[in-house]
């Protein structure tokens, strides 16, 4: 197999929580040198967005850690020597706290014409610019919630998935940066947009509504409707209280699905041919199919389902999809050291001919574990380091004043 193919690639990431870890994630994961800034005392009460929690270990493997305050000159000029040799600079700080720091993108770009500049914001250019914003809220603010949850109660996605979002389409900005830099030797500055990435999700329905002239309705309603795009598209009860999910997804996998559980007379009733008929009948047909997987275990319905070339899938939680056959097998998952337990986290969910993902190091769970390694690279001496910790300006395991 080749190389990863961003090995050699030198990226620094000043980044908190999910969008701007899950953008140095990605590099990392390709392949980058990806240096993960921190202050140093994060982890503290002061800092509770550097906590060592499951999602750190998540979003921060394959990167080195270091640890420094940067709001002090002597730390300043570790962060200017770290950008000045980076290809790509990654951040996402509230509006403005980078410029004040003296590493936004016009001075870094003054040090490094050739940097890539990738910022992830609350907002895009606009009124809201200078706004703040976080996953839920940019979920609520931007129609998504509204769309995901019932009638008058909207509810976020189950994961954070604006942030990741957000993160992964400034990644692709990142990536068409590079292939511009190598036709004209310059850089740019990429911004990614948390309420433009939920905006980005909605656009479906918005579409659908500016069409037909009618307003939207959340996603669980336009399923129950009678009548509606797909009549059979909902979770079934199996024995034991287990669920799975079964969606008739065109008129052939209809008659299918009704030899598999069991449903001959319904499949030879020409008023249920066509989908359209089908929606006309719903409730009726959602307690034959409940009622017919209802003593059946759920791994025997799958089963049934997947040989009848029906699409159906098992209800999981976070913990029991671990045991799935398909999660369990070679290259699904990747090692992982979980605040010192051993585990399993997927990989970036893609595959390619040429390489394969790899853990080539555990997320630094001591604040600043490559703190030393990286000063020496940056041309400080051993003498220099020590000064520095002593004036706990920086922060690594076996430096001065280390605990």
């Not at 020590?386 to 076996?398: H, I, S, T």
Request: proline share 6%; with cysteine.
């Amino acid at each position: 197999m080749s190389q990863l193919p961003l090995t050699g690639m030198r990226v620094v990431e000043f980044g908190q929580i999910i969008s701007g870890p899950t953008a140095g994630l990605i590099f990392a994961d390709m392949g980058a040198d990806v240096v993960k800034v921190e202050p140093v005392d994060a982890g503290g009460p002061a800092r509770p967005n550097n906590i060592r929690n499951g999602s750190f270990f998540y979003f921060n493997r394959n990167k080195r850690g270091l640890a420094v305050n940067i709001a002090t000159p002597e730390g300043l000029e570790v962060a200017r020597r770290l950008v000045t040799r980076a290809d790509i600079v990654i951040e996402n700080m509230a509006p403005g706290t980078m410029d004040r720091l003296g590493l936004g993108y016009a001075k870094v770009s003054e040090m490094n014409p050739r940097v890539v500049y990738c910022s992830i914001k609350g907002y895009l250019t606009g009124p809201y610019s200078k706004r703040t914003l976080m996953d839920e809220p940019g979920q609520m603010a931007s129609g998504l919630a509204y769309m995901t949850g019932l009638p008058d109660r909207p509810l976020r996605a189950g994961a954070s998935v604006v942030d990741m979002g957000a993160a992964t389409y400034a990644v692709i900005g990142v990536m068409a940066a590079l292939l511009t830099r190598e036709k004209t030797g310059k850089g740019q500055h990429i911004t990614g947009g948390l309420f433009e990435t939920a905006l980005f999700y909605v656009g479906q329905h918005m579409s659908n509504s500016q069409l037909s002239g009618e307003a939207p309705v959340p996603m669980s309603t336009a399923r129950s409707a009678k009548g509606g795009r797909t009549a059979i598209y909902d979770l079934f009860k199996c024995k034991g209280g287990k669920q799975v999910f079964i969606g008739i997804m065109s008129d052939p996998q209809w008659p299918r699905a009704c030899a598999a559980l069991g449903l001959d007379d319904l499949a030879a009733d020409p008023a249920l041919k066509l989908n359209g008929g089908r929606g006309a009948q719903r409730d009726m047909l959602m307690a034959r199919i409940g009622k017919a997987v209802a003593d059946r275990e759920a791994e025997d319905v799958v089963d049934a389902l997947v040989q009848a070339g029906v699409t159906v899938a098992p209800l999981n939680t976070p913990v029991t999809v671990l045991e799935d056959r398909h999660v369990k097998s070679e290259g699904r998952m990747l090692p992982a050291e979980i605040g010192g337990k051993a585990g399993r986290l997927p990989p970036l969910p893609f595959e390619s001919s040429n390489y394969k993902f790899e853990l080539r190091q555990h997320a630094p769970a001591d604040t600043g574990r490559d703190t030393g390694e990286i000063l020496r690279e940056l041309g400080y001496s051993a003498d220099e380091v020590d000064e520095l910790a002593r004036k706990g300006l920086v922060r690594g395991p076996g430096l001065a004043g280390a605990v």
